[in-house]
């Protein structure tokens, strides 16, 4: 069982910038991917960004291209997501991700954070 922490969440004027992190424990992949997905409010959950085991591949929604970066530290099992230029439509739970590969870890992760709330106002 893996269990993903995230944090960084809060609120942000429209422009503006936040970082979320996710620490991973438990039980691992001895190699995985890790990402993020969201879910505005009303809406269906949505891919945002992932990355490889070791940082050789990013994949990034296109929405968010351009404005947010993903990063990971594999010694300490962690991945963050840099936000940039946040706009209104931004505003989301976003949740930390999960998987033994790329494409699982942005269709169909294996496991969950509890998400963490961003809100961009206008």
């Known amino acids: 069982q893996v269990q993903l922490v995230e944090s960084g969440g809060g609120l942000v004027q429209a422009g503006g910038s936040l970082r979320l992190s996710c620490a991973a424990s438990g039980r691992t992949f001895s190699r995985y991917a890790m990402g993020w997905f969201r879910q505005p409010p009303g809406k269906e959950r949505e891919f945002v960004a992932a990355i490889s085991w070791g940082g050789s591949s990013t994949n990034y929604a296109d929405s968010v291209k351009g404005r947010f970066t993903i990063s990971g530290n594999n010694a300490r099992n962690t991945v963050y997501l840099q936000m940039n230029s946040l706009k209104p439509e931004d505003t989301a739970v976003y949740y930390c991700?999960?998987?033994?590969?790329?494409?699982?870890?942005?269709?169909?992760?294996?496991?969950w954070g509890q998400g963490t709330q961003v809100t961009v106002s206008s």
């Open positions: 991700v999960v998987a033994g590969t790329m494409l699982l870890v942005t269709t169909t992760p294996t496991s």
